[in-house]
């Protein structure tokens, strides 16, 4: 009798992007924002230290729902907070498919859904993006069909593309849920919210998702909530860990929310720099996917990124090398490129100087 379930002895495991752990790199790998969170929230952190550590956490989080429910116009039972969005995620996976349903989602894409479909030992499938990541609704269609859960980041990642709300309602699953995985939804030229959940028809088959790492700049606390029907909600709520956010990471999260205009104004600056940064890639011969989001993804007509990535990583940039295989339509059946997150003006300076000398 093998030890290791076989799903997870066979699978190869998510490999999230580098982090070094000394100073001294320029870090444009994994979309951390730049800039620090707002400084209520180390206040609120550092008040919550001192309080009563010795207690539970509040496990339904309830002054966080609040907030968000303010914010999303909904009411707190359409909302579950969660040790990151990625929890989220996996507390999706969990509550909706056995393993004879079916996940979907784009590819290329965040691959983190592939994994998670893995290790619930669901059937997975990708659906395959044009070239120029609009959909091909003859591929995309009968998969939604028959799926239980379609995962949709909105915008996409490694492209930082947008989808209309015309093709989201396209990939609701008849008989599924779309989750709506909005991790850079703050960094798109139009800021949405949970609005598409009060579309007729839409009822229980959305999930929004969100996370306070990327616009809010708090990776290092993982944070992040979902919002749905609260049919949906009070199911998921039966799978999470009783205490799945902690005291602190509660706190923090509540601090950041009501300093939203703190986060707008990092966001601005980063979708400035974003402008500067693509105009440059093009001097340098890059190609580029107009981006809504707080990286974008370049590539060269001959290719050689990967040669780029190690060359910027021997002068202590990082940026994220990304292959995907199974790409029909590009060389080799394979697309790859580099995803460069958009840090501050001066990094960007430092990568554009380094990349002058290779390119
Ligand atoms: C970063 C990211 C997440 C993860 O969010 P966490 O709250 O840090 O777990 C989820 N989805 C996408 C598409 C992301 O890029």
Known sequence: MPLIRPDIDRMAGYVPGEQPQESGWTKLNTNENPYPPSPKV??????????????????????????????FNVEPDWVIPANGSDENLTLITRTFCDADDLIAYPYPSYILYESLAEIQGARHERILLNADWSWNWDIASPIIERAKVVFLPNPNSPSG??????????????????????????????????????????????????????????????SGFAIAH??????????KDSYNCDSL????????????????????RIRTTRARLTDSLKQLGFN??????????ATRPNGGHRE?????????????YMRFPEVPYAPGNLLDGLRITVGTDPEIDCLLDALNGLV
Request: proline share 5%; glycine share 6%.
């Open 42 to 71: 180390a206040e609120a952190i550092t008040r919550a230290a001192n309080g009563r550590l010795n207690v539970y956490p509040d496990p339904l989080g309830t002054q966080v729902r609040r907030e968000i429910a303010e914010q």
């Open 161 to 222: 593309n947008i989808w209309s709300d015309g093709d989201l309602l396209r990939l609701i699953p008849p008989n599924g849920v779309l989750v709506l995985d909005g991790a850079y939804a703050d960094f798109a030229d139009t800021r949405t919210k949970a609005e598409i959940l009060s579309r007729p028809g839409v009822g229980e088959r959305v999930i929004v998702t969100r996370t306070l790492s990327k616009s809010y700049s708090l990776a290092g606390i993982r």
């Open 230 to 239: 609260p049919n949906l909600i009070a199911a998921m709520r039966k799978v």
């Open 249 to 268: 990471t509660l706190a923090g999260t509540l601090a950041a929310l009501q300093d939203e205009d703190w986060m707008l104004a990092n966001v601005d």
């Open 288 to 297: 580029f996917v107009p981006s809504q989001s707080n990286f974008v993804w």
């Open 308 to 320: 780029i990535y190690e060359s910027l990583k021997a002068q202590k940039i990082l940026v994220r």
